[in-house]
């Protein structure tokens, strides 16, 4: 099946730092990416929406400048943390599909922030 | 109250049992999917439909669109079946997530 591989795997950095994950479609190219954050005996949370080429939308609540997120090209895209605090602690997730919303969406291996 | 709801939250099983979680959701969706989760974090799609039902060795989904109800089966369960079992729904530019099932399988 399609691969999805996301870096870091894990970091852990300063309270006031900022942090950039990649999320990678290796072997297709994903017309839509998608960033999930979860906390520990909890669901998904979808935090955005990215368009390759396009600013991607953000979910009610998720601040969009607080999380960057950049999708250039068609295998790409990252999520930047600014300014992290510890309560930003917490699992990333990415996620890519190569069609509409009705195709399967093929996960990264996620991403663990700790924020000290 | 969430737009997607399963049950039960965890489940635990003797390895061989037959394995049943359900999802009911209160949207209009265009597609139903089944998400395994690893303790590792690691998330695969299991399944992805609209109607009916379909088969992947061991697993068996279903849904019932009009009564807004899918389930996941698992027979002759196995340890390596333990997982987190997530079901999302998209309504066409929408996904709303179940809060999960977390499954043990005793050997």
């Known amino acids: 099946g399609a691969v999805v591989s996301q870096h870091p795997s894990w970091v852990i950095c300063k309270s006031g730092t900022s942090v950039k994950i990649e999320c990678r479609s290796l072997d297709f190219q994903a017309t839509t990416m998608f960033w999930y954050r979860q906390f520990p005996k909890q669901s998904l949370m979808l935090m955005a929406t990215?368009?390759?080429?396009?600013?991607?939308?953000?979910e009610q609540g998720v601040e969009k400048d607080k999380f960057l997120i950049n999708h250039a090209s068609l295998t790409l895209s990252t999520l930047t943390v600014t300014s992290a605090h510890p309560e930003d602690s917490s699992f990333y997730i990415c996620?890519?599909?190569?069609?509409?919303?009705?195709?399967?969406?093929?996960f990264g291996p996620g991403t663990r922030l700790l924020v000290l | 109250k969430n737009e997607v709801e399963q049950s039960p939250q965890n489940l635990t099983a003797q390895e061989g049992e037959f394995i049943t979680i359900n999802c009911s959701y209160s949207?209009?969706?265009?597609?139903l999917h089944w998400l395994q989760q690893h303790p590792g974090g690691g998330i695969v799609s299991l399944f992805m439909l609209s109607s009916g039902k379909k088969k992947h060795g061991r697993l068996i989904a279903t849904i019932n669109i009009q009564e807004k109800h899918s389930s996941l089966h698992i027979t002759a369960s196995h340890p390596r079946d333990s997982a987190v079992y997530i079901c999302a729904v998209t309504t066409g530019n929408q996904f709303y997530f179940g809060t999960g099932t977390s499954l043990t399988v005793i050997p």
């Open positions: 996620s890519a599909i190569a069609g509409g919303y009705q195709e399967t969406q093929y």
């Open positions: 949207v209009g969706i265009s597609a």
């Open positions: 990215s368009n390759e080429g396009s600013k991607a939308t953000y």
